[in-house]
């Protein structure tokens, strides 16, 4: 991918302003600024022209205001994790990295919220978190900073249960593009006031302001937890399954799909034994009464739709060994061929349209002759692709993209999503008039208009520069 | 309250047009346009112009030309139920009555969702719903139309466990007042697929533009259902006891409390003879086994906190007849002070201070000298109060004003909100600066002009007129 947009140079006075006033927090070097662009997948990396690292709300005022001085895009970072080319600089211009704001400022226990700063990232929260009792359950693999999981309203595997970071955000304090400084609201649970800014701003991948403080949603640590993994004879009798354990209202945590390719390539990386068929994994959260009862309906269920034995445990041991497989599935695709490069992408469709929508695709990509083990949120009806292929073989590029475009069709024509939690970033912003149509996507540039009229915070991102 | 903006003649030509376009669908008598108006609190009833009442989409678009051809204010209107003038017509204008718009579209039980008309009412829904096997969980008391409940962002008696109509919209269908129809989204669970367009529009009171189709969230009915009440020896324990159900997980469908005032009112008005001390009501959903455990648990809970016994039954006709009486609150309020005038007003605050804000409230009501029972959904943090006053007496219109302001300020004090689930509609615009500050509430104006530039959708709603 190659910008044509405009990239001037960085004025020399703001790098001297930002130079005088953050010190060794600003940095020009060019592997520094290329590791604070886009590094995981076939999309360029477009490194910004300086790196900034703030270490409160008033430093990113003033770097706003400096830089709306300068007419220079800001781009937020935060742990580098996006996978769509969020943190790309396509005009150069300037990283906002936010990982230096990274305190844990409140944890309100009898409210089950907590107030953090953006770069506070997930696995620190829930580490800092545990003598409370509580946790945060937003999984999305990766140890991402939770201001980029608030930007790309990033889910994972026990959404399902927990809801994604839409639902988990109360509020958001963030510095617009004028400088000025918003808070989305309280603590309050619920609120009727207003326009809700807190939603608008989670997903709106850094283009509407830079988010500087998160008021969370925490959960209590279950009693028992159980997990357990149960082999189905076909994709579609496992999505069958899932629908039914949905249907049914089984506070199921995680329900993930793992089509045989991938079982295969996890047996392979994890020095595991399952049987190399489709797979659900499962975990149950309650009271220890609760989790058996729940394991064994779930049990009963997947026996209707011809699984093989449902294998479960409440031992933390056994239940980390299947979920750390699970979790290494990026690792062990790229071991299915290595040296070829990788595109991690998704899609989401409503969960009685996903057992057509992964079938169709296993079909396509075995006509276009790709490896691509398929793993999914299938409690959502969201499932990924890790596509292998190799960039510098001829027509490669284009096979893979054409193959892309017809996933996303496919999950469209399902009344589905290009995306159920990688977010647009710079990937996916050429389907975003397919999946919204021109009204929508005009309703949307109006509103990033209005509050970014000069198109400074992060452009290129959900919606096409100008 | 008064308007002080100007009011213009509803154009002849636009009178006619509408006439022979929707001939006794369009309707200009006195008695019809107030009762599309403000109807049932002491906010004064400022009726529209005309009233019309479209039967599609496209009609809608049509009426949004004509509006915005003659600079008309356009106010949509469901059921009529919202407290806070929301439906009142301060420039005069047209009001477009959605009611004739009550079609289920589609019920699609495997994902647990639906698709309908703005105008369906929320019984009309759960009738409709019941051979499904699922239901509909949003239940706000009055019969209020799905369209009016998105535009509040209406919650109620169950949000502690089925979230409010934030977490319960899917997708949106809108016409915004350049006549353009939007659509936020398909029917997949979850998308990070650009601005959360269907969270700005729900809780935006249509001052962003029209819902005309909206695509829900359900919900199975649940295999048992249990209920029960629990009379504490405080407000303060039984807020306690609240917080610590919360907090130990325990999935509760309902948690209700009334204080000793609602409960007396109740006792007298459904003929009930509950001891009249603060009590909470409580439901559970889940298995046979399931409730019964959440009964025991939550049973050990409230002995923590010096309760009285906890009794609860699985039998319908006695669980209805108690929540009746929960419903008939405002009925038995009324009861209390036959002649009166009443307003229904409610705050949220974080849960932590529940007992904090209805202790003090409690003791300002006594000191000011007025009648205000309370019922809350704790589980929330949200309570209502219903105060009965009579306007006609010297110098009670601002001692009512008076309390109200510091209702709200202490709310605002303790990290909550001015409304959890009512809106803001006219009523509370006043606070709108108070809780959000003047940035915030410059970024909802920005929003609100670069999609209204004429301010026609339901102005002085949320906003101040300009």
Known sequence: MTSTAPRHPFPEALRAQ???????????????????????????????????????????VDIVHLCSEHDVPMIPFGAGTSLEGHVNAPRGGLCIDMGLMRRIITVHAEDLDCVIEPGVTRKFLNE???????????????????????????????AVRYGTMRDNVISLEAVLADG????????????????????????????????TEITLRLHGIPEAIAGGICPFPSVRAACDAAIVTIQSGLPVARIELLDALQVKACNAYSRLTMPE?????LEFHGSDA?????????????????????????????????????????????GLAPGLSSISTDVCVPISRLADCVEATQADIAATGLIAPIVGHVGDGNFHLGLMFDPEKAGENERVAAFLDRLIERALSMEGTCTGEHGIGQGKVKYMKREHGAATLAMMASIKHALDPRGLMNPGKILPMD
Do not use: C
């Open 277 to 281: 068929q489709p797979m659900l994994f």
């Open 18 to 60: 930002l130079q005088q006033r953050f010190g060794n927090r600003f940095q020009v070097g060019a592997e520094f600024r290329r590791q604070h662009a886009h590094t995981l997948s076939v999309i360029s990396n477009q490194p910004p022209d300086a790196v900034v690292q703030p270490l409160s709300r008033d430093e990113v």
């Open 180 to 211: 000025s400084v918003v808070r989305t609201g309280g603590r309050a649970r619920k609120s009727s006031a207003g326009y809700d800014l807190a939603r608008l701003l989670t997903g709106a991948e850094g283009t509407l302001g830079i988010v």
């Open 128 to 158: 800092n978190l545990r003598d409370s009792g509580l946790f945060f359950p937003i999984d999305p693999g990766a140890d991402a900073s939770l201001g980029g999981m608030v930007s790309t309203r990033a889910s994972g595997t026990n």
């Open 290 to 334: 609760g989790v058996a009862e729940q394991a064994r309906r779930f049990g009963e269920i997947a026996a209707e739709f011809g699984a093989g034995a449902f294998q479960w445990t409440a031992k933390p041991e056994e239940r980390s060994k299947l979920w750390q497989a699970r979790h290494d599935v990026y690792w062990a695709t790229r």
